[in-house]
């Protein structure tokens, strides 16, 4: 918010509305392409006009129209399954830039890890989808990987077998997503074995009363 602020005297501070409404133009804009993208997406239907095939005389059934039928179609054949997650990409993107001024420790080389990120989690994670959801159960026109992740899953398994290819690319997606989001799996799965115990120690706790009661009807029953 620093460069949207301009001092007029020492007691005055004048707030620039140009500026706010720019980053807030920005953010609105980008969250509905995401929504539009997300339900275009979500009620994508092969008869529909599109990529990869069109019925000129068909009726659109898509909610986004022909555009919304043919972006989908793209999408899904790209990416597959992960075309799914391109929408709150986007809407992170917006956020990201709504909050660009107050953010002043970036720096070219964080943006560009970040963005280095999402590509390694876009092409690990899709050649996941292909690898182990090939046939996928949702609506789409290609496999759930798509394009992109026929193609590497293809070249992994050829170069590393079926199980090496699984476990570099899980290590991709992983060290990608964490890259752009700042998410730690260490102290995910820490924080899930916290409360996993904790968890556990309040079931025992509840179940104590119980477990008292029924020790001492079996010390009543001994002693009759």
Known sequence: MSQAIKKK???E???NPLSDGIKEGFFFLFSAIA??????????????????????NGQTQNLGGMVGAWVSDVLLSLFGYFAYILPFLIAQLGRFLFHLEDKVDFNVIQIGLIFAGGIITLTAGTGLCHLHFEYPTLPMPGSGGGILGEIISDVFQSTFSYVGASFLLLGLFLSGFTLTTGFSWIKFTEE?????????????NALSPISDYFDRLHEETEEI
């Not at 929504?35 to 000129?56: A, E, P, Q, R, V």
């Open 9 to 11: 005297s020492d007691d």
């Open 13 to 15: 501070i004048i707030i």
């Open 35 to 56: 929504i539009y993208l997300f339900l275009s997406i979500l009620t994508y239907h092969k008869s529909d006009c599109g990529w990869s095939y069109c019925d000129i």
């Open 192 to 204: 899930t074995g916290r409360i996993t115990l904790l968890g556990i120690d309040k079931i025992m």
